[in-house]
C-alpha cells in the first residue's frame, strides 16, 4: 500500500480506555501490511483533564508503546496478536496521523471532549522526558527552549489556542 493509507491513530475507545495504532509490513503472517493496536488499562472518567503521553520507538515488532497518563506508566491490557513482524510502515509525506478524530470507515472515533496542546516528536522521550512536560505547571510549557525535552526533535507542535501563530510544524 501507498503511503497516503498510512495512519497512526491514538483515540479513545467506548471503554474510556487509550488505544494506539500503526500499520506494519508483515514477513510472517502472509505478507502484505497490517494494523496492530495496543489498548492502554485505566479508563478515563468524563470531565476529568488528564495529561497523555504515548512513546513508541517501533524498531521491532517486540518493542510495545508506553501510555504515560499523569506522568505514570500505564499498563497494556490488551494488543493484536500476533506481535507485529517486519517493519513499520514508514510514515513519510502523504501519511496521517490523528489525534481526537478520523474519517469515512473511521468516524466511529471521534474524540468527544477538549484537547489543548499536542506535540510529536521524531524521536522517543524516554520516562524522565515525559515527566519533565508533564510537571512543567498548569501554564503553556515552551517545548522549543533551551532545556527543554529533546526540543532538537520536535517535530510538531500545536498549542491550541493560546496565539494565532504558535503552531509549529
Keep these: 500500500a501507498g503511503a497516503t493509507s498510512q495512519t497512526r491513530m491514538l483515540i479513545v475507545r467506548s471503554n474510556d480506555k487509550l488505544r494506539y495504532s500503526c500499520r506494519w509490513s508483515d514477513t510472517i503472517n502472509g505478507g502484505g501490511a497490517h494494523e496492530h493496536y495496543w489498548d492502554a488499562t485505566t479508563a478515563l472518567s468524563d470531565s476529568t483533564w488528564y495529561h497523555v503521553a504515548l512513546t513508541y520507538d517501533g524498531i521491532t515488532g517486540s518493542n510495545d508503546p508506553v501510555f504515560y497518563i499523569n506522568g505514570a506508566v500505564d499498563a ?32 466511529a472515533f471521534r474524540f468527544e471532549g477538549d484537547i489543548d496542546d499536542i506535540a510529536m516528536w521524531s524521536g522517543s522521550l524516554n520516562s524522565v522526558e515525559v515527566n519533565t ?10 517545548l522549543t527552549a533551551s532545556g527543554a525535552p529533546q526540543s532538537g526533535s520536535l517535530y510538531s507542535w500545536w498549542r491550541m489556542g493560546d496565539d494565532a501563530n504558535d503552531a509549529i510544524d
Aim: charged share 10%; net charge negative.
Design 76 to 107: 497494556i491490557s490488551d494488543e493484536t496478536v500476533p506481535q507485529p513482524s517486519g517493519t513499520l510502515v514508514a510514515f513519510d509525506a502523504g501519511s496521517r496521523a490523528r489525534v481526537g478524530g478520523s474519517q469515512g470507515s473511521c468516524a
Design 133 to 142: 512536560v508533564y510537571n512543567s505547571g498548569s501554564g503553556p510549557t515552551n
